[in-house]
């Protein structure tokens, strides 16, 4: 398993940060991206912080209504506990940053499954795999390749398609695409809803990832 450090969530901020177009600047060790699409505004990141670096991170967080402030911990409830002091509310406290070895996985594109289209697009080191029913979108996902890591991102299927296997296609078809790119290593975010298939595929926890945003 590898180890979770400033480097690897760097890493994953990258990725994620180039999959969906976000700006990324730094305040200290602590990468942070624009979220133009959401709240317009920035988004820290911090792996296990200290109590200081805590403080000045949940200042900064303070100063507007759309900030958001994200731990990657092993210490959730001594987390929430500190944010609560510091004037930040919880804002989800369900995900789990999660890696995976790519040896041995599949370097062929998978076949579409019966009934459903399919759709790769390769952006440089961005890939985005489509699904669709009748022209209907049915799933999707991103993969954005930073130095030897697979960072996937968004991988969503539409309620009305879940149970037929489309995460699993689509998380197969972005790996032939990482491994075009000579990926070693995967990294991901996953929701709560997520994580079945994830731990099925072989991914593993690293640590949980908990958000705040300011409390007014």
Do not use: C
Request: a negative charge; aromatic letters at 10%.
């Amino acid at each position: 398993m590898r180890v979770l450090n400033d480097d690897l969530l760097e890493t994953w901020v990258t990725g994620w940060a180039q999959a969906r177009g976000y700006q990324t600047r730094r305040e200290g060790r602590f990468p942070a991206a624009f979220l133009h699409d959401k709240t317009n505004d920035w988004e820290y990141f911090a792996l296990e912080p200290s109590h200081d670096e805590f403080a000045a991170l949940a200042s900064s967080a303070r100063m507007s209504h759309g900030r958001l402030f994200t731990i990657v911990t092993e210490r959730v409830n001594e987390t929430r506990g500190t944010a609560l002091v510091y004037g930040l509310n919880v804002r989800s406290a369900d995900e789990a940053f999660m890696t995976l070895d790519m040896a041995g996985q599949d370097i062929e594109d998978p076949l579409p499954l019966d009934g459903f289209e399919s759709e790769t697009v390769r952006s440089g080191p961005v890939g985005t795999v489509t699904v669709t029913a009748d022209g209907q979108p049915a799933a999707r996902g991103s993969v954005a390749i930073v130095e030897g890591y697979a960072v996937y991102d968004r991988i969503v299927t539409e309620p009305s398609y879940r149970r037929r296997g489309l995460g699993s296609y689509v998380m197969r078809a972005l790996t032939a695409v990482a491994l075009e790119h000579d990926a070693d290593a995967g990294l991901l975010v996953a929701t709560a809803d997520g994580l079945e298939l994830y731990r099925y595929l072989g991914w593993e926890n690293l640590a949980s990832v908990v958000m705040f945003e300011p409390r007014f």
